[in-house]
């Protein structure tokens, strides 16, 4: 007998709060990110506890002499990459990140800073919007924490194993969050934006002089700085799996989710 065609049921899945709240972040990641690397580009090395020992970063990009040209060479501990065009020297300059990741373009560390301050204060408060809101509704507690079964190390792998093939929830099943995506969101949501938070906190001159302890909690200032860009690695590094994803998965019905706030699903599909 012939299959009779699955119908498309639209159901709620984002709050008013959750969608608004989504698309600050958006733009004030965007614009924290390529502040941030405006900030880093006036001295694009990293290090580990109270100050900088400029003969020994732990990670660095700077500009070499290589048969009477300039080269762009990115350090990560003892291994050295060439990145000329990219990260140490491009656009015929020496420079971290080139000037197309930067906000502005030009160098300028104060304005970095104007917009890296001012955007850090709306995406925190951003974030504190978003959990009250979603803990007071039972959002988190109903759908983003993980039950026993999910936590198992075999349906994790398991759900890693369809990620990779491009296999996702059909049906009843999308209405819900995989155990892939509870545990990501969490992380995210309660280890990495918080470090990140608290690291760029703890580098503030105008805390430090009223908490002089707390570049300490995280072995001192450049091991704080240090956390700091790797927390946001990290969180840009979310972002583009997220982003291909959504892409790769249903990118419309995604979209419009967050927009409207409301998923279409096909009724009879497993």
């Known amino acids: 007998m012939p299959s009779v065609p699955s119908a498309s049921v639209l159901v709620q899945r984002h709050s008013l709060v959750t969608r608004l709240t989504h698309w600050i972040n958006v733009l004030a990641l965007l614009v924290l990110l390529t502040s941030g690397l405006q900030i880093f580009n006036a001295h694009p090395a990293l290090y580990w506890g109270d100050t900088s020992t400029f ?5 660095a990009m700077v500009a070499m002499e290589r048969g009477g040209q300039p080269v762009g060479i990115t350090k990560i501990g003892p291994a050295m990459f060439e990145t000329t065009g990219v990260l140490g020297f491009s656009g015929d300059e ?3 990140f080139p000037a197309w990741t930067t906000l502005p373009t030009y160098r300028s560390l104060a304005d970095g800073r104007r917009w890296h301050f001012f955007f850090a204060w709306v995406f925190a408060l951003n974030g504190l919007v978003y959990l009250s809101a979603n803990i007071a509704s039972g959002h988190v507690r109903r759908n983003l924490l993980p039950d026993r079964d999910q936590l198992q190390a075999r349906h994790l792998l398991a759900e890693i194993a369809d990620h990779a093939r491009l296999r996702f929830p ?4 999308a209405r819900r969050y995989s155990a892939l995506q509870k545990v990501t969101y969490l992380a995210v949501i309660f280890v990495l934006l918080p470090m990140m938070v608290l690291t760029g906190l703890a580098m503030s ?6 908490w ?8 001192g200032r450049q091991s704080a700085r240090t956390f700091h860009f790797l927390s946001a690695s990290l969180i840009v590094l979310f972002v583009v799996v997220h982003v291909l994803m959504v892409l790769v998965s249903s990118p419309v019905n995604s979209l419009r989710s967050m927009i409207t706030g409301r998923f279409a699903i096909r009724q009879g599909e497993d």
Do not use: I
């Open 212 to 219: 002089p302890w707390a570049p300490e909690l995280f072995g």
């Open 170 to 173: 059909k049906g009843e099943a």
């Open 94 to 96: 020496v420079r971290g």
């Open 205 to 210: 001159p105008g805390l430090n002089a009223a």
């Open 55 to 59: 003969a020994r970063p732990w990670a």
